[in-house]
């Protein structure tokens, strides 16, 4: 019967009509309701779990990247990494391949030292005209904004009283076909004797061409040689 039970039960079912009630009434003021469960009637939330949508990465690149900034740099080499590192583009620069080749015109093999090693490459003139010889455009087509560094060493061949200085006359230049589109040539070397000559001269690219080429002249009397030796063309910038 209802006056034999608990008065603590009925205080409960009297708070939570009250409540109940009180519910009812704040909803049909605002037009809608929100149930909040507290935490310690359904457990408290797994730590491990992830929320529908949300990434479970770490943030991590690869490829040595940043945490948060994604993909590092890649290591693999561009079409011009050879080239930026200051490899030579000139083969058989040092001669020591056994032939003058690619050089085209006078040049044949010398029998005297180079100027680092056994071979050394030997121009002669066996007319009163002048010599020219060139690479035959073997350093490989130029990059537009590059800058290419040319050195080589030189002297002449047998020590003639005449021509104790022989001027030899060094270009670098980019071709189209015959045709050359930029040039730097250094005209102010003097070849002895007595000890090799160290010639250098650097070109900056500006324009679009198909080859890189290096060419020498010289007008010795007849007779009369010079040595080339340690030929290279380097990429700079």
Not at 12 to 34: E, I, K, M, N, P
Not at 133 to 156: F, M, R
Not at 225 to 234: I, K, N, Q, R
Request: charged content about 15%; some cysteine.
């Amino acid at each position: 019967m209802l006056v034999n039970l608990d008065s603590r039960l009925l205080a409960s079912v009297l708070r939570l009509s009250l409540v109940a009630a009180y519910t009812t009434s704040a909803c049909a003021l605002v037009g809608a309701c929100s149930l909040t469960v507290p935490d310690d009637l359904v457990g408290n939330a797994d730590p491990q779990s992830t929320p529908a949508g949300a990434s479970t990465s770490d943030g991590g690149g690869t490829n040595g990247g940043e945490a948060g900034t994604g993909p590092g740099p890649s290591t693999e080499g561009g079409a011009d990494a050879f080239v930026a590192t200051g490899a030579n583009l000139e083969p058989n620069g040092d001669f020591e391949e056994g032939s003058c080749a690619p050089w085209s015109g006078k040049a044949t093999l010398s029998d005297a030292p180079g100027h680092a090693g056994l071979h050394a490459c030997k121009v002669c003139s066996d007319t009163f005209a002048a010599i020219a010889i060139d690479d035959q455009k073997s350093a490989g087509a130029p990059v537009v904004g590059a800058t290419y560094h040319l050195e080589l060493w030189a002297k002449q061949a047998t020590y003639n009283p005449a021509y104790n200085a022989l001027p030899l006359s060094t270009t670098l230049a980019t071709t189209d076909g015959p045709k050359t589109v930029e040039s730097k040539s250094d005209t102010s070397s003097s070849l002895t004797a007595n000890s090799w000559s160290k010639i250098t001269l650097s070109l900056d690219v500006t324009k679009p061409a198909e080859s890189l080429s290096v060419q020498l002249a010289a007008s010795p009397p007849f007779g009369f040689c010079f040595l080339f030796d340690d030929v290279s063309v380097t990429r700079t910038k």
